[in-house]
């Protein structure tokens, strides 16, 4: 006789309500597209034309996952999308444009400290999907899971760097800021890479403690969403 099938997890939360966090998501997508709109016309009629491309890119940027999101192979959860979003717009938007990288000194950590916490997230969560992948004969301990997502963010944040410094010795640009009286930008490249490295640290903890010991946190919830959108990539 054949056994029955295991019952599932009655203990595992549900995952999170896509429905809402979808519609907070295409909430705020629609407030940041329409104050870049207004930016747009305002550039193009004080003529300043290179402004005036930049903040298209950026609008078509924030906008391309709302709408080619059910052409791509992956099913990216709304909070995903919302916080990509919202960093784009703040780092490019704000930051370039509107000149708050200048304006307020602190700016420029808040950001790269928020996308070590990001890429954190997104190394976490590639390894963990190829750690669960039924096609996929990995299996990596929680602590080897929480040291790529560490060096995933670390490194991309130092390629990062080099885009910076690339753009500016070849093109002029002005993305290394000074910083407490450095007219080189050497502080400011510095500062960028531990508070990128302090982030991914914080971020890559959370997901060990999260894999090791089962405790709840809104990694897991996101964890339990994605494999929830994306059942063909995972064994359950």
């Known amino acids: 006789m054949a056994e029955p099938e295991a019952e599932p997890d009655s203990e595992a939360p549900p995952a999170p309500d896509s429905g809402r966090a979808r519609r907070i998501h295409l909430a705020v997508l629609a407030l940041l597209q329409t104050v870049m709109a207004v930016e747009l016309a305002l550039v193009l009629w004080r003529g300043e034309g290179l402004t005036a ?39 490019l938007f704000l930051g370039e444009v509107r000149s708050w990288y200048e304006r307020i000194w602190w700016w420029d950590i808040g950001l ?38 560490f060096l995933f963010a670390v490194a991309t944040g130092a390629v990062w760097e080099i885009f910076e410094f690339a753009m500016d010795r070849l093109f002029g ?31 890559s903890a959370l997901g060990w ?28």
């Open 173 to 203: 640009a002005n993305m290394q800021k000074p910083m407490f009286g450095d007219p080189s930008g050497l502080t400011d490249t510095m500062w960028d890479l531990i508070v990128d490295t302090l982030g991914a640290f914080a971020i």
């Open 112 to 149: 790269h400290t928020s996308s070590g916490l990001l890429l954190g997230l997104v190394g976490f969560l590639l390894v963990y999907v190829l750690n669960e992948n039924a096609r996929a004969d990995v299996h990596m301990r929680p602590r080897f899971v929480a040291l790529f997502a």
């Open 53 to 91: 491309v930049l903040v298209l890119v950026i609008m078509a940027v924030t906008l391309a996952p709302a709408l080619l999101g059910d052409r791509l192979p992956v099913d990216i959860p709304a909070e995903f999308q919302l916080l990509a979003v919202v960093f784009v717009f703040a780092a």
């Open 209 to 236: 403690w999260y894999m090791r010991r089962g405790e709840r946190s809104f990694i897991e919830a996101w964890i339990r969403k994605f494999i929830a959108q994306n059942p063909r990539m995972f064994n359950r």
